[in-house]
T-cell receptor, first 117, second 112 residues
Framework: SAVISQKPSRDICQRGTSLTIQCQVD?????MFWYRQQPGQSLTLIAT?????????ESGFVIDKFPISRPNLTFSTLTVSNMSPEDSSIYLC??????????????FGPGTRLTVL | QKEVEQNSGPLSVPEGAIASLNCTYS??????FFWYRQYSGKSPELIMF????GDKEDGRFTAQLNKASQYVSLLIRDSQPSDSATYLC????????????FGAGTQVVVTP
């Protein structure tokens, strides 16, 4: 399966600031996704990162708060803007490798643990 | 609101026994089903997927799917302490094609 890396692995940020999280894959993939996992909770899909077009956001998530870039088929960024303590979560990117797209299997990066003070 | 339901646990299992995890889903159009294992502080790892009714075996893991009952399960045979983790059920298809909807996860604790 694809090797996925995320930067930073963790960060502690002040209220009102923004953090950009990077996701890098070692092979080209069509589908990339961003999830959030709040403490003690399951995963919630934030958006699908589309290469060459605007991301597709899920209900409850908006572009102004979570802008996403997808400049090519191996890289994406998620920005958490104007942060509040409620944004403290693990943020995960996932990909569907080309050879597994027909099965919709997703593989996750190691995650970014964000704490907002 | 489409839902994926799991018992949160913890499910305590003696070492060497069979752990049985259950998952129900509400979207009858769902087409593919996944089990992820998540160790504390780590990201989810895909361990099993199933698309057709019946059983699918991979090593010590068996996934069972019953679309008529909207039910998918995971059996872990010969449970080991290293199996202690949270197991997440995920469903794809129906109204949410291309996206995974996750259950809350079942915590499994294997006791020596």
């Amino acid at each position: 399966s694809a090797v996925i890396s995320q930067k930073p692995s963790r960060d502690i940020c002040q209220r009102g600031t923004s953090l950009t999280i990077q996701c890098q894959v070692d092979s080209q993939v069509t589908m990339m996704f961003w999830y959030r996992q709040q403490p003690g909770q399951s995963l919630t899909l934030i958006a699908t990162a589309n290469q060459g077009s605007e991301a597709t956001y899920e209900s409850g998530f908006v572009i102004d708060k979570f802008p996403i870039s997808r400049p090519n088929l191996t890289f994406s960024t998620l920005t958490v803007s104007n942060m509040s303590p409620e944004d403290s979560s693990i943020y995960l990117c996932s990909v569907e490798p080309h050879e597994r797209e027909s099965y919709n299997e997703q593989f996750f990066g190691p995650g970014t643990r964000l704490t907002v003070l | 609101q489409k839902e994926v339901e799991q018992n949160s646990g913890p499910l305590s299992v003696p070492e060497g026994a069979i752990a049985s995890l259950n998952c129900t889903y509400s979207d009858r159009g769902s087409q593919s089903f996944f089990w992820y294992r998540q160790y504390s502080g780590k990201s989810p790892e895909l361990i099993m997927f199933i698309y057709s009714n019946g059983d699918k075996e991979d090593g010590r893991f068996t996934a069972q799917l019953n679309k008529a009952s909207q039910y998918v399960s995971l059996l872990i045979r010969d449970s080991q302490p290293s199996d202690s983790a949270t197991y997440l059920c995920a469903v794809n298809g129906g109204d949410s094609w291309g996206k995974l909807q996750f259950g809350a996860g079942t915590q499994v604790v294997v006791t020596p």
